[in-house]
Nanobody, 122 residues
Framework: QVQLVESGGGLVQAGGSLRLSCAASGSFFSINAMNWYRQTPGNQRELVAH???????NYADSVKGRFTISRDNAKNTVYLQMNSLKPEDTRVYYC????????????????WGQGTQVTVSS
């Protein structure tokens, strides 16, 4: 079983910064992609940022230049540094990990964090 535990959400004024963290724990072989998503007003999850196991990143156009995703593979943790926050960034943010549980099989399984609220006041 794999658990993803998020932290770092909260209330911040527009223009401010927050740093989200998501730590994976449990029994697994390796973690491949790690992503951050956020809930849309229509209850969909939109991809905010992606980082591969090798550190390749990409971002949604709406956050490019303001958000930075990084990971610490030794700690099985992914981070999202959010700068220049805007009121429209107010959402619940979820981390995602593609986990390989077995060293002899390449199957990946998707795991999600519980979500953390980010609120940006104007």
């Amino acid at each position: 079983q794999v658990q993803l535990v998020e932290s770092g959400g909260g209330l911040v004024q527009a223009g401010g910064s927050l740093r989200l963290s998501c730590a994976a724990s449990g029994s697994f072989f390796s973690i491949n992609a790690m992503n951050w998503y956020r809930q849309t007003p229509g209850n969909q999850r939109e991809l905010v940022a992606h980082i591969s196991s090798g550190g390749i990143t990409n971002y949604a156009d709406s956050v490019k230049g303001r958000f930075t995703i990084s990971r610490d593979n030794a700690k099985n943790t992914v981070y999202l540094q959010m700068n220049s926050l805007k009121p429209e960034d107010t959402r619940v943010y979820y981390c995602y990990a593609a986990v390989r549980t077995d060293r002899y099989r390449e199957n990946e399984y998707a795991y999600w964090g519980q979500g953390t609220q980010v609120t940006v006041s104007s």
